[in-house]
């Protein structure tokens, strides 16, 4: 995420009271005098923002043996839960129920840079959102397990932080991969239908919420706020899709990059129509055949910078793991961007901010999907075929023109040595880090120049405090995880011509669902000239999740100022130092 930022005051800002927010001592490893009221909670500009998940570990949540997985499925679609609710066991079930997931709490946590943790909170919905009888009490939720969710992004002009999350109670089942409401996929196993929702979080503390019907059977994943020059426009990413093929049209409309309004309407009064894709790419662009329509545009990472909307494709089997754009530029005589006739290419120095959906032919979504296609490929970026990838990119960030930071997961892969007592194929990879890409004005392209990786330890198993030890006897793996790259991330520019970026790990291990191992933020500095590995920089671990905690997103907070972010030595008092 990269924010040309206005100048905004470094003041405190108190969050008012009235809103239904919850707060208490967070259970993050380290943490410590974190417990505030709603009138004491302050948002502090150039502090970091880190969201993590938190499972409740209610053995009731799932009966092993009782429990029908999907939640109400048809028998076809049925399979019978082999794990209770009990963390980490009960992700032993995604091994039989590819949608297996359960809604869980989202936490902010504001820290300092240096991970010193100030306080946390506990978004939850406002009053006029009708749950039952639990209107009041209802969270912002999210899919425990989904790796790809809670990303974190300060909006264009820095006052607000987005998130995207689910309408959904707390402890249901398989909510990631439910319907929303205003597109139902008939073929799709799980029957549930929950409004995907946009979460902003001000300068001032105050959450709104926006419901979209874009991304049913699947995640929304990231949302950045185009909150310039009156603006109120939010461009968000995800998936689409949990049923068969050919998917119905409001799946193909509903994947990938769009654009929506910024609501501040209260939730009951929402009626979101059909999604509005803003971006759209097919691997026929780079003359590849088709493969499933509305799969090639399954991204993750997003990010604006220079008024050019960037997003990541690193999962899935379908299109091409790579780093996109979306081209303002036109068509041509054969209607294909301008930027990028043959699938690559490179933004106009005169791009335009995207600030309304593609106006698509509805008869071609089946044989053409979203037409027409104006995204590219970021010219010098991979152009492989995701079943072949080595290459998974995630997070974005810019540290100017010319150098552009690519966090990238790794494989996944959970091969384990007994003999070495690492995971081998974790700790083999030559591309699982950080990335650092440079613009090479010769070649017209973005080169590799190398990646970070010291000190994330690939594939070496760390230990949890209360986590089970030994192997898992459903998968024969360790259950302590290791490091396998890295997902989301956030970079600061500093006064001597280096770069500190944070990033949150992804993780390899026995578990049934490794986006259930509890994971780490950390933190690297890097000289931003050097085309070539510079000795000695090496990540520092920030913060660390605990039992039943994962960590999805990083930012830093409303209102903070990015060409003014203080080193934590420059702006705390000595009581800081403890």
Same mark, same amino acid.
């Given at each position: 995420?990269?924010?040309a930022?206005?100048r905004?005051?470094?003041?405190?800002r108190?969050f008012?009271?009235?809103?239904?927010?919850?707060?208490?001592?967070?259970?993050?490893?380290g943490?410590?005098?974190?417990f505030a009221?709603?009138?004491?909670?302050?948002?502090?500009?150039?502090?970091?923002?880190?969201?993590?998940?938190v499972y409740d570990?209610?053995?009731?949540?799932?009966?092993?043996?009782?429990?029908m997985?999907?939640?109400?499925?048809?028998?076809?679609n049925?399979?019978?839960a082999?794990d209770?609710?009990?963390?980490?066991?009960v992700f032993?079930?995604?091994?039989?129920?590819g949608?297996?997931?359960?809604?869980?709490?989202?936490?902010?946590?504001?820290?300092?840079?240096?991970g010193?943790?100030?306080?946390?909170?506990?978004p939850k919905?406002?009053?006029?959102?009708d749950?039952?009888?639990?209107?009041?009490e209802?969270p912002?939720?999210?899919?425990?397990?989904?790796?790809s969710?809670?990303?974190?992004n300060?909006?264009?002009?820095g006052?607000?932080?987005?998130?995207m999350?689910?309408?959904?109670p707390?402890?249901a089942?398989?909510v990631s991969?439910?319907n929303t409401?205003?597109v139902v996929?008939?073929?799709?196993p799980?029957?549930g239908?929950?409004?995907?929702?946009?979460?902003?979080?001000?300068?001032?503390?105050?959450f709104h919420?926006?419901?979209?019907?874009?991304?049913?059977?699947?995640?929304g994943?990231?949302?950045i706020l185009?909150?310039?020059?009156?603006?109120?426009l939010?461009?968000?990413?995800?998936?689409a899709g949990?049923?068969g093929n050919?998917?119905p @049209?409001?799946?193909?409309?509903g994947?990938?990059a769009?654009?929506?309004?910024?609501?501040?309407?209260?939730?009951?009064?929402? @009626?979101?129509?059909?999604?509005?894709?803003v971006?759209?790419?097919?691997?026929?662009?780079l003359?590849?055949?088709?493969?499933k329509? +509305?799969?090639?545009t399954?991204?993750?990472?997003?990010?604006v910078?220079?008024?050019?909307?960037y997003v990541t494709?690193?999962?899935?089997?379908?299109?091409i793991?790579?780093?996109?754009?979306?081209d303002?530029?036109?068509?041509?005589?054969s209607?294909?961007p301008?930027?990028?006739?043959?699938?690559?290419?490179?933004?106009?120095?005169?791009?335009?901010?995207?600030t309304?959906?593609i106006?698509?032919?509805?008869?071609?979504l089946?044989?053409?999907?979203?037409?027409?296609?104006?995204?590219c490929?970021?010219?010098?970026?991979?152009?492989?075929?995701?079943k072949?990838?080595?290459?998974?990119?995630?997070g !974005?960030?810019?540290?100017?023109?010319?150098?552009?930071?690519?966090?990238?997961?790794?494989?996944?892969t959970?091969?384990f040595?007994?003999?070495s007592?690492?995971?081998? !194929?974790?700790?083999?990879?030559?591309?699982a880090?950080?990335?650092?890409?440079?613009?090479?004005s010769?070649?017209?392209?973005?080169k590799?120049a190398?990646?970070?990786?010291?000190?994330?330890?690939?594939?070496?198993p760390?230990?949890?405090?209360?986590?089970?030890?030994?192997?898992?006897?459903?998968?024969?793996?360790?259950?302590?995880?290791?490091?396998?790259g890295l997902?989301?991330?956030?970079g600061?520019?500093?006064?001597?011509?280096?770069a500190?970026?944070?990033?949150?790990t992804?993780t390899?291990?026995? @578990? +049934?669902d490794?986006?259930?191992?509890?994971?780490?933020?950390?933190a690297i500095?890097?000289?931003?000239?050097?085309?070539?590995a510079?000795?000695?920089?090496?990540?520092?671990v920030v913060?660390?999740?605990?039992?039943?905690?994962?960590l999805?997103? !990083?930012s830093?907070t409303?209102?903070?100022?990015?060409?003014?972010?203080?080193?934590?030595?420059?702006?705390?008092?000595?009581?800081?130092h403890?």
């Open positions: 995420m990269n924010v930022g206005s905004l005051l470094c003041r405190t108190t008012r009271s009235g809103l239904a927010l919850t707060f208490f001592l967070t259970g993050i490893a943490a410590t005098s974190a009221g709603d009138d004491d909670f302050d948002v502090r500009p150039g502090n970091l923002l880190l969201s993590r998940s570990n209610n053995p009731a949540n799932v009966v092993a043996g009782v429990t997985l999907p939640p109400n499925c048809l028998p076809a049925c399979v019978t082999t209770s609710g009990v963390y980490p066991f032993n079930n995604a091994l039989i129920d949608s297996f997931g359960i809604t869980a709490r989202i936490v902010l946590d504001q820290l300092m840079t240096s010193r943790l100030i306080n946390s909170l506990d919905l406002p009053d006029d959102w749950h039952g009888s639990e209107s009041s209802n912002v939720v999210t899919s425990f397990s989904s790796k969710e809670i990303a974190l300060l909006s264009l002009d006052r607000s932080v987005s998130f999350g689910y309408l959904a707390l402890d089942l398989d991969n439910s409401p205003g996929d008939p073929t799709n799980v029957p239908s929950y409004y995907r929702v946009v979460g902003d979080l001000d300068a001032q503390g105050r919420f926006t419901k979209t019907n874009a991304y049913s059977g699947n995640n994943r990231a949302a185009n909150d310039r020059n009156g603006a109120n939010l461009y968000t990413v995800g998936n949990n049923g050919p998917q @049209n409001g799946i193909i409309v994947a990938g769009q654009i929506l309004n910024d609501e501040h309407a209260p939730l009951a009064a929402q @009626n979101p129509a059909l999604p509005t894709p971006g759209s790419f097919n691997i026929t662009q003359g590849l055949k088709a493969d329509i +509305g799969k090639d399954n991204f993750r990472g997003l990010t910078f220079d008024n050019v909307i494709k690193g999962s899935g089997g379908n299109g793991n790579t780093v996109y754009f979306i303002t530029s036109g068509f041509d005589s209607g294909r301008l930027a990028c006739p043959t699938g690559t290419g490179l933004p106009a120095s005169n791009a335009a901010l995207s309304t959906p106006v698509y032919s509805a008869a071609n089946q044989t053409l999907g979203v037409t027409p296609y104006n995204m490929v970021l010219k010098g970026f991979p152009t492989t075929l995701a072949t990838a080595t290459s998974f990119p995630f !974005v960030w810019f540290a100017d023109a010319k150098t552009l930071y690519v966090a990238d997961e790794g494989n996944g959970s091969t040595d007994a003999a007592g690492r995971y081998s !194929v974790a700790a083999a990879q030559t591309g880090g950080l990335q650092k890409w440079v613009f090479d010769g070649l017209g392209a973005w590799l190398y990646t970070l990786q010291a000190g994330l330890n690939l594939g070496v760390y230990t949890i405090a209360n986590y089970p030890t030994g192997q898992n006897a459903k998968t024969g793996l360790p259950w302590a995880p290791a490091a396998d997902r989301n991330l956030i600061r520019v500093n006064h001597d011509g280096t500190t970026i944070w990033a949150i992804s390899v291990s026995g @578990n +049934g490794q986006g259930a191992d509890p994971n780490q933020l950390v500095t890097d000289n931003i000239a050097a085309t070539s510079p000795a000695g920089e090496t990540f520092g913060r660390s999740a605990g039992f039943g905690e994962v999805r997103g !990083v830093f409303p209102g903070t100022d990015l060409d003014h972010v203080a080193d934590d030595d420059d702006h705390r008092s000595d009581d800081d403890h």
